[in-house]
């Protein structure tokens, strides 16, 4: 059971660039979440999504955009790469929403750097 | 609005010690409280919770008491061993948000000397 699977584990982009994070699981959880984590700071939600077809911006989405076409598959696009957006990036799953504290499981993360 | 303030790390123990981590939290409602712990080179997983006032949550050696008159869910082990070392990250959920909002702390990262 490969739980939450993010692709790729590095990558560097020059300023401008853009590119797309990837993160499926295979545990048909319906709740999906995009976090990022700054040094010294503690993990910030970017984008979340309850279900197919439906996301919505977390407490810092500027600057990223997310589809969810399949339960599966949770993409977040970076369109033009900005040095502040250098960081390491969670995509998380989770069976129930939040107001049940159903546990979240994360992928191991995406190290972004932006020069 | 709601903040989670964790002990400054890092931390290094030697195996067998005592193992205590803050974590203060301020929230408008009553939250639920998490400790996630990130082993090296993987993602965060969860390893116990509580969801109200006095409540213990435990895994692995490890508890925390959710204390709501100080506001605390400080994080200890009895005997800490090697395979503790990792980063330790206090989060609350606050039924008053309206998302699917986690607010986490810092993280504390431990280091268990043999």
């Known amino acids: 059971n490969a739980g939450v699977t993010q692709t790729p584990k590095f990558r560097i982009l020059k300023i401008g660039q853009s590119m797309t994070l990837q993160c499926t699981q295979d545990m048909n959880h319906n709740y999906m979440y995009w976090y990022r984590q700054d040094p010294g700071m503690g993990l910030k939600l970017i984008y979340y999504s309850v279900g197919a077809g439906i996301t919505d911006k977390g407490e810092v989405p500027n600057g990223y955009n997310v589809s969810r076409s399949t339960t599966e598959d949770f993409p977040l696009r970076l369109e033009l790469a900005a040095p502040s957006q250098t960081s390491v990036y969670f995509c998380?799953?989770?069976?129930?929403?939040?107001?049940?504290?159903?546990?979240?499981?994360f992928g191991n993360g995406t190290r972004l750097t932006v020069t | 609005g709601d903040s989670v303030t964790q002990m400054e790390g890092p931390v290094t123990l030697s195996e067998e010690a005592f193992l205590t981590i803050n974590c203060t939290y301020t929230a408008t409602g009553y939250p639920s409280l998490f400790w996630y712990v990130q082993y090296p080179g993987e993602g965060l997983q969860l390893l116990l919770k509580?969801?109200?006032?006095?409540d213990k949550g435990s895994n692995k050696g490890f508890e925390a008491t959710y204390r709501k008159e100080t506001t605390s869910f400080h994080l200890e082990k009895g005997s800490v061993q090697v395979s503790d070392s990792a980063v330790y990250f206090c989060?609350?959920?606050?039924?008053?948000?309206?998302?699917?909002?986690?607010?986490f702390g810092t993280g504390t990262r431990l280091t268990i000397i043999p």
């Open positions: 989060a609350l959920s606050d039924p008053n948000f309206g998302n699917e909002k986690l607010t």
């Open positions: 509580a969801t109200k006032a006095d």
């Open positions: 998380a799953s989770s069976y129930l929403p939040r107001t049940y504290n159903s546990p979240l499981h």
